[in-house]
T-cell receptor, first 115, second 109 residues
């Protein structure tokens, strides 16, 4: 069964350092999402891509976060500099993109701890 | 504002039935999703409702009433592996998913 891949699974960094997360969506999925999830809360959308174009990044803290999907396949989310409040689970999801109501399938996530 | 309400935590007994409720107030409605999330893992898709009524899928069923802004997830024949958080999410008029905080379900033997 096709899955969304993410790496690393865990990342510990010190504040003010740069971190990067990678996501490879299910093959053929045009839409890719990055979410942040704090323990005990639902996921919060950071950025949504349709192919290589950003559809929604209204909740992305653009002073420190950036995301790209240059060839419309895999994607990278970067934080520079990391702050203590960035500690969370970062989830990547993908959907076929043919219909707006397509189901989103999630990768295993990256657990970020900022010290 | 947009809002999804779910109970924070529920406890049930192995082999029993449990109903997890979700009420929502969103700008528009394009369907409601239920996801299961085990501790430290990613959410996995359980069900999607866009029309009123009950959708059954094995031990899990999901119900929707659009007029009442209400859904529930029904889990039958509970197993220990069903211990997880259950997330309700509504797709609004902009086709964005609005997520609830999740219901932590604890199954006791």
């Amino acid at each position: 069964e096709a899955e969304v891949a993410q790496s690393p699974r865990y990342k510990i960094t010190e504040k003010s350092q740069a971190v990067a997360f990678w996501c490879d969506p299910i093959s053929g999925h045009a839409t890719l999402y990055w979410y942040r999830q704090i323990l005990g809360q639902g996921p919060e959308l950071l950025v949504q891509f349709q192919d290589e174009s950003v559809v929604d990044d209204s909740q992305l803290p653009k002073d420190r976060f950036s995301a790209e999907r240059l060839k419309g396949v895999d994607s990278t989310l970067k934080i520079q500099p990391a702050e203590l409040g960035d500690s969370a689970m970062y989830l990547c999801a993908s959907s076929q993109g043919g219909m707006h109501t397509d189901t989103q399938y999630f990768g295993p996530g990256t657990r970020l701890t900022v010290l | 504002g947009q809002n999804i309400d779910q109970p924070t935590e529920m406890t049930a007994t192995e082999g029993a039935i449990v109903q997890i409720n979700c009420t929502y107030q969103t700008s528009g409605f394009n369907g409601l999703f239920w996801y299961q999330q085990h501790a430290g893992e990613a959410p996995t898709f359980l069900s999607y409702n866009v029309l009123d009524g009950l959708e059954e899928k094995g031990r899990f069923s999901s119900f929707l009433s659009r007029s009442k802004g209400y859904s529930y997830l029904l889990l039958k024949e509970l197993q220990m592996k069903d211990s997880a958080s259950y997330l309700c999410a509504v797709m609004d008029s902009n086709y964005q998913l609005i997520w609830g905080a999740g219901t932590k379900l604890i199954i006791k033997p």
